[in-house]
Nanobody, 125 residues
Framework: QVQLVESGGGLVQAGDSLRLSCAASGRTFSDYKMAWFRQAPGKEREFVAG????????RYADSVKGRFTISRDNAKNTVYLQMNSLKPEDTAVYYCAADRSALGVRTGVVTYAYWGQGTQVTVSS
């Protein structure tokens, strides 16, 4: 299995940027599609962005398109989420997830077998 550790969260103002990182260990990182999810208080966990094994294709939630960018460095076993033009509604705990299936990027929580512990992102208005 793979272990995931997120970092980079924090408290920022609306319009600011943050970059989240997720470091993987335990298995061959390039065998896994990777994704970021988030969960706000009182809400269900939702898909934010995903990237295939090679990094050649990505997928985004409509709410973050044009503002967030997911990328990965297979040599460093790390996936990133660059978040620009942050809004108060982006406030949530952000989770990194891994999926070893051969299909394209999927958005369902249940399709990801491995999860990090989460990192808090708070955007003040």
């Amino acid at each position: 299995q793979v272990q995931l550790v997120e970092s980079g969260g924090g408290l920022v103002q609306a319009g600011d940027s943050l970059r989240l990182s997720c470091a993987a260990s335990g298995r061959t990182f390039s065998d896994y599609k990777m994704a970021w999810f988030r969960q706000a208080p009182g809400k269900e966990r939702e898909f934010v962005a995903g990237i295939i094994r090679s990094g050649g294709s990505t997928r985004y939630a409509d709410s973050v398109k044009g503002r967030f960018t997911i990328s990965r460095d297979n040599a460093k076993n790390t996936v990133y989420l660059q978040m620009n033009s942050l809004k108060p509604e982006d406030t949530a705990v952000y989770y990194c997830a891994a999926d070893r299936s051969a299909l394209g990027v999927r958005t369902g929580v249940v399709t990801y077998a491995y999860w990090g512990q989460g990192t808090q992102v708070t955007v003040s208005s």
